[in-house]
């Protein structure tokens, strides 16, 4: 009843700092990738309402039925921020979730794009959405956010191993200066720069998912509802 036609279950291949802390092991890239495309059927069975009985090489139910279902399928989106990843965003899932800096990169979106082709699906009309960090203010609250999120420079690299967000952290103030860590975020006061930079993406195909790590979260929506939204063209 909240969101009533907006609401979308997101999947990927996992991080170590959540995986290995619930289950002592995270396995590599390959097979988290194997296990991906494997859950996501039994997932859409369930919704179907009937018992499902599934043999896969990861996962197994017997006559498992989902009393509590929506009305219609949750659609599936699945995360990516590498070619293999997004063909199968393509491909398995009805969507993609990926961040500003990877779906500007042509290799992303024609991994994607294949992956949907091969399934029969039309990749133009997918949901993208696309994580956009933003900063309503100056170099205060943006180094303020930056601190918080120093990883996100490179979240997917060396750093998904990392277990321990402590070390994750510690690794991210040795790597990277506040500077370079919102160097590309859109930031300030002025409204046309964060209307361009949304704008962008929507022209591309994407839909911007507004992220703000600054401490005044009402000024951030309060400036995107008067000021920026209203001016977006789909």
């Known amino acids: 009843m909240l969101s009533p036609g907006r609401v979308f279950l997101g999947v990927g291949t996992g991080e170590a700092l959540n ?26 069975a369930v919704w179907s309402g009937k018992r499902v009985s599934f043999r896969g090489t990861y996962y197994q139910t017997e006559d498992y039925k989902l009393y509590d279902r929506p009305a219609r399928p949750v659609p599936i989106y699945v995360a990516a921020s590498g070619p293999k ?16 800096a990877d779906f500007s990169r042509p ?14 699906k ?3 009309t ?3 959405l696309v994580e956009t ?9 943006a180094e303020y956010a930056a601190r ?14 990392q277990p321990d967000p402590v070390d994750i952290q510690r690794i991210a103030e040795q790597r990277w200066t506040l500077p370079e860590v919102y160097a590309s975020w859109p930031r300030g006061t002025d409204p046309q720069v964060h209307i361009a930079a949304l704008q962008k993406i929507i022209d591309a195909g994407g839909t911007p998912m507004v992220h703000s790590g600054q ?17 977006l063209r789909a």
């Open 215 to 231: 401490a005044d979260q009402r000024r951030v929506i309060d400036f995107y509802g008067d000021r920026v939204l209203p001016h």
């Open 148 to 161: 918080k999120w120093r990883f996100t420079v490179d979240a997917f690299g060396d750093l998904l191993y």
């Open 107 to 120: 290799e992303l979106q024609e991994a994607f794009a294949a992956g949907a082709r091969a399934a029969g």
């Open 122 to 124: 039309n990749p133009a």
């Open 85 to 100: 990843s997004a063909y199968l965003a393509g491909e398995r899932g009805d969507g993609w979730i990926t961040s500003a």
């Open 133 to 141: 960090f933003v900063v309503v203010g100056g170099r205060r609250e």
């Open 126 to 128: 997918m949901p993208k």
């Open 19 to 44: 995986e290995q802390a619930a289950t002592g092991r995270f396995g590599r890239y390959p097979e988290r990738r194997a296990r991906l495309a494997e859950a996501i059927d039994p997932i859409r």
